[in-house]
T-cell receptor, first 116, second 110 residues
Framework: GAVVSQHPSRVICKSGTSVKIECRSL??????MFWYRQFPKKSLMLMAT?????????EQGVEKDKFLINHASLTLSTLTVTSAHPEDSSFYIC????????????FGNGTRLTVT | DAKTTQPPSMDCAEGRAANLPCNHS???????VYWYRQIHSQGPQYIIH???NNETNEMASLIITEDRKSSTLILPHATLRDTAVYYC???????????FGSGTKLNVKP
């Protein structure tokens, strides 16, 4: 159980275009979904937290207009990288948390974004 | 959330137990200890979590000291596929966010 599906796994786009990444919880309803970013050989950095039907909460230093998050349902969240630039190239990972105060996060397999 | 301290890397021989330590000396009473691992270029995988009692599942055992200031993740019979970065995270009950530290790179050697 507790499977999180993330698509696409890899995407290459040109500077100035936008890219959408989908995150779905397949076998549980996620009260909250999270988006992380990871640079090579570094740890995961929390970007934002989203709850179904409400606006995402962004961590300090993360541009909300650059990284648009939509949490349409209890099983789907999307991250759109708008007007992508080469410095946005990174590994983006979504995660979801089920019900229960101590419930763990479950992670998707990540999306490798390369902006050329 | 309490900060955690982990050694940057450890080696373990295949077939032997891997004992990964985590220090969380400022942990509060309602904070749980979670362990994840990340194999290269994949999303983190949940392993186990606990509050104060020792926990065991099919993947690992979690030993939390009585004062809760440190814990150890035990992989009883490490295999080459257990080579990964292991993260120890402390998070309060009902608090949403998980912040990752730098973790321990476990190298399992034949």
């Amino acid at each position: 159980g507790a499977v999180v599906s993330q698509h696409p796994s890899r995407v290459i786009c040109k500077s100035g275009t936008s890219v959408k990444i989908e995150c779905r919880s397949l076998d549980f309803q996620a009260t909250t979904m999270f988006w992380y970013r990871q640079f090579p050989k570094k740890s995961l950095m929390l970007m934002a937290t989203s709850n179904e039907g409400s606006k995402a909460t962004y961590e300090q230093g993360v541009e909300k207009d650059k990284f648009l998050i939509n949490h349409a349902s209890l099983t789907l969240s999307t991250l759109t990288v708008t007007s992508a630039h080469p410095e946005d190239s990174s590994f983006y990972i979504c995660s979801a948390r089920g019900w229960g105060g101590d419930s763990p996060l479950h992670f998707g397999n990540g999306t490798r974004l390369t902006v050329t | 959330d309490a900060k955690t301290t982990q050694p940057p890397s450890m080696d373990c021989a295949e077939g032997r137990a891997a004992n990964l330590p985590c220090n969380h000396s400022t942990i509060s009473g309602n904070e749980y200890v979670y362990w994840y691992r990340q194999i290269h270029s994949q999303g983190p995988q949940y392993i186990i979590h606990g509050l104060k009692n020792n926990e065991t599942n099919e993947m690992a055992s979690l030993i939390i000291t009585e004062d809760r200031k440190s814990s150890t993740l035990i992989l009883p019979h490490a295999t080459l596929r257990d080579t990964a970065v292991y993260y120890c995270i402390v998070r309060a009950y009902n608090f949403n966010k998980f912040y990752f530290g730098s973790g321990t790179k476990l190298n399992v050697k034949p």
